[in-house]
Every structure is written in structure tokens, then in C-alpha cells.
């Protein structure tokens, strides 16, 4: 978001002639494909009037917004009406670099070095993977952010007591609820959490985008979710409100105790580098819930050992943690012992390929454990996919995620 805002401020001249060729590139492939007047001025009315609202949308956003909805409208005009014209002309240089390569090198002439068929081909080809490409990020944006899937983990503990074998757990992360305008949307969401009776529900973070208001219309919808022995939550990076200008440091500190509040009315017990006991005939499991821990310039307000204070070493441990790379930087090389730490944060970009032997995503070359579940020196982390959506206000090939463990 704020890396095209600096483009379009710092470089619109540069922009501009990058936006122009694209749309030379793709005016000549309509030319071949139709000669019809209507369709073809249609093309470019179309094209100034999306330029138009995107260009205002990226000179007008600020810090000062409390809304994410100007980012949204922002980042869905690229995705489902730049970015795919990109695909388009990579088809049509194909073309144009086999004539060009041909007559340099003097095999031929340029008038003799011209395929219109193959140029045909390539314009229908190239417009034809734009259309889809279009046509999977606006489904992204009507339905995909709806498409709430159940993934069943099933999860192995070496020192589990008897009287938590078959214990169901489910966790969601980042519900980001204010990149939703209708909470009745979620609904069937917070049914499936509900359907799959659960002992105990696990909140990893990011219940909101900015500030703690986007969450209050939701509190009931949240208040619905049904758990046995409770439901525990942790903060992530966006609940802080460190992406938004405040008036002061106690309005700051403000919106987030307000935050906490919200959370609690919806049921919700708030861990903040701290432990709470399930307790079964005796036998007890820890849940761990630490602060937000990422690498710079993420917070890494998370204190592990707070949350350990008098945690037996040799207890079933359970930690939420938003941010995966906590794992890899502090949980799994702790002599806490932590069996299993629960995370979200990456949404797995809302992107990708999310088969059961094929998985790939873009966020996977900041994240190398994005999604699912992965085992490190005897410890084990799970990467939620995440519950909402943040800037683009869909999702395409990775669903939203509702997970459900039970222990053994």
C-alpha cells in the first residue's frame, strides 16, 4: 500500500509512461482481434476511468485514515485491472522479439517477418489469461473471502495426560474485521467454529486492521463462538494501532485497552506474556499466550519467560504467538520445552496454490513456514491461513482457515 503510494507521489511521470505502453501494447491486440469503433473506444474509456480512480485513491491516502476501505478499492483496481494487462504484454512481446531478433540478425525483412495468424493467436491468448486472471481476483473478492474451510489436524504429544486424549482445540488468526462492512456475512463462519464442538477455541491475533471500534459491530457475532473451557486470545502486530497516526501517546494506549475490552464482551480472555491452566481430573494442560514477536520493524513486545513463571518444564505446553518467525528466532530453541506453538499473521498472502501435494505462495520467500503444520529440532508450529482479509479484500487459491486439532 504505502510502496505504490510513494510510486504514484514520488515517480507519476515514470508511472505514467510504464501505464502508456502497457496500454499501446494491449490497444494493438483489440486492433487485431476487432476493427468495431464501439469496442475499441470503448477500451480506452474504460481504462482512463479506472486510471482515474486509482491514481486519486493512491495521492489521497494517509496515515490519517482510520479506514482500510481506500486501500481496498486501491489494491482490487490493480489486481483485477493493471496487474493482468502486465500478462497480456508479455504475450505480445513473444511476437514482437521473434520479427525484431529476425531481421537484427538478418534473416529476414521486416515486412517479410510478419505472422498475423501467430500475432492473432497471441493477442487472443495473451487477452484470454488477463480475463482469467481478472476473473479469479474479482470471485477472490465476491466469494473466495467467504469460502471458510475446516482443516482437521490431528496432534501428537509424547507427555499428553490421559484425560486430554481426543481434547479439541480449534484456532482462527486474523479475522482483521475491519476489512468486513457486514458481520451477518461471517455468520456461517462462526457456525462451522461451532459445529466442530470444541473443548477449547484459540484466537492468534489481529482482530482488527487499525483501531479497536472496526471490532465492536462484530462482538456479537464473536460472542456466539461456543467453547467448553473457554476461549483465550493473543495480540498481533495490527491491534496496536501502529498504522495510524494518533493525537497522543495515551490515545494510542487507549484504543488499545478499548481493544482488550471489546474482546472480552465477545468472550474472549486475553493472554499478554502470561499462562492460563485447563485442568481434567487432576491432570493439567498450559496454555501460553505471549504479546506480538516479529522481526524488525514488527513489535517484539512478547516475553516468553513471563509466560513460563512457574510452568513445569516437563508440563503439555501450548503457545499462541502471531507471528511464525517467534518460532524459529525464540520458541523452538527455549528451555521451556514447547511442544506445540500456534501462529497466523501471513494469510498465506491470500494467494497461491494450496493443494494437498502442491503449495505455493508469494509470501512464501519472506515466510518459509507460511502454512500448515512444521516440526523443528522436536518442536512443532502450525501457520494459520488466517479467518479475514487485509488490503486486497479477497482471497485466490488459499482459503480462509478454521482449524481444528485434537490431541493424542
Known amino acids: 500500500m504505502l510502496f505504490l503510494h510513494l510510486i504514484m507521489q514520488r515517480n507519476f511521470l515514470i508511472v505514467a509512461a510504464i501505464f502508456l505502453f502497457l496500454e499501446v501494447y494491449i490497444y ?48 482490487s483496481l490493480f489486481l483485477v485491472f493493471i496487474l493482468p494487462k502486465i ?28 505472422f498475423p495468424e501467430r500475432r492473432k493467436f497471441l493477442s487472443l491468448a495473451g487477452l484470454g489469461l488477463g480475463g482469467v ?11 473466495g473471502k467467504y469460502r471458510h474451510k475446516v482443516r482437521r489436524v490431528r496432534m501428537n504429544f509424547t507427555n499428553l495426560p490421559k484425560s486430554f486424549k481426543g481434547y479439541k482445540i480449534v484456532q482462527i488468526s486474523d479475522v482483521h ?9 461471517l455468520e456461517h463462519a462462526i457456525n462451522l467454529i461451532n459445529e466442530q464442538n470444541p473443548d477449547l477455541v484459540l484466537f492468534t491475533g489481529d482482530m482488527v486492521n487499525n483501531v479497536a471500534d472496526e471490532f465492536k459491530p462484530f462482538i456479537p457475532l464473536f460472542s456466539k463462538i461456543k467453547a467448553k473451557d473457554g476461549k483465550f486470545t493473543v495480540l498481533g502486530n495490527h491491534d496496536y494501532g501502529d498504522y495510524v497516526d494518533w493525537e497522543s501517546a495515551s490515545a494510542k494506549k487507549q484504543n488499545l485497552e478499548t481493544l482488550i475490552d471489546y474482546e472480552r464482551q ?7 506474556n502470561e499462562h492460563r491452566i485447563i485442568e481434567k481430573n487432576g491432570e493439567k494442560l498450559y496454555i501460553l499466550g505471549v504479546e506480538n514477536w516479529g522481526l524488525k520493524p514488527f513489535p517484539q513486545f512478547g516475553r516468553l519467560d513471563d509466560a513460563l513463571k512457574d510452568v513445569p518444564e516437563s508440563a503439555p505446553k501450548i503457545l499462541m504467538s502471531h507471528d511464525p518467525t517467534h518460532f524459529d528466532y525464540v520458541v523452538k530453541k527455549h528451555p521451556g520445552n514447547i511442544h506445540l506453538t500456534l501462529s497466523g499473521h501471513t494469510h498465506g498472502m491470500q494467494f497461491g496454490l494450496d493443494l494437498k501435494n502442491i503449495k505455493w ?8 513456514k507460511w502454512a500448515d503444520l512444521y516440526e523443528s529440532e522436536g518442536k512443532m508450529l502450525y501457520v494459520n491461513r488466517g479467518f479475514g ?13 478454521i482449524t481444528l486439532f485434537e490431541l493424542s
Open 28 to 75: 494493438q491486440a483489440i486492433k487485431t482481434l476487432t476493427d468495431n469503433f464501439w469496442i475499441r473506444t470503448g477500451y480506452w474509456v474504460v481504462s482512463l476511468i479506472i486510471y482515474g480512480i486509482f491514481a486519486y485513491e493512491v495521492t489521497h491516502i494517509n496515515r490519517a485514515d482510520r479506514s482500510t476501505t481506500r486501500a481496498q478499492i486501491m489494491i
Open 87 to 114: 500478462f497480456i504484454v508479455l504475450f505480445l512481446l513473444i511476437d514482437d522479439i521473434v520479427r525484431t531478433g529476425g531481421y537484427l540478425i538478418g534473416l529476414a525483412k521486416p515486412t517479410e517477418n510478419f
Open 133 to 143: 486472471l481478472s476473473a479469479l481476483f474479482i470471485d477472490g473478492i465476491t466469494f
Open 177 to 185: 474485521s475491519g476489512s468486513f462492512s457486514d458481520p451477518s456475512k
Open 266 to 272: 465477545a468472550g474472549f480472555d486475553m493472554l499478554r
Open 361 to 368: 505462495s508469494p509470501v512464501q520467500y519472506r515466510y518459509p
Open 389 to 401: 482479509v487485509l488490503g486486497y479484500p479477497g482471497r485466490v487459491g488459499v482459503l480462509p482457515e
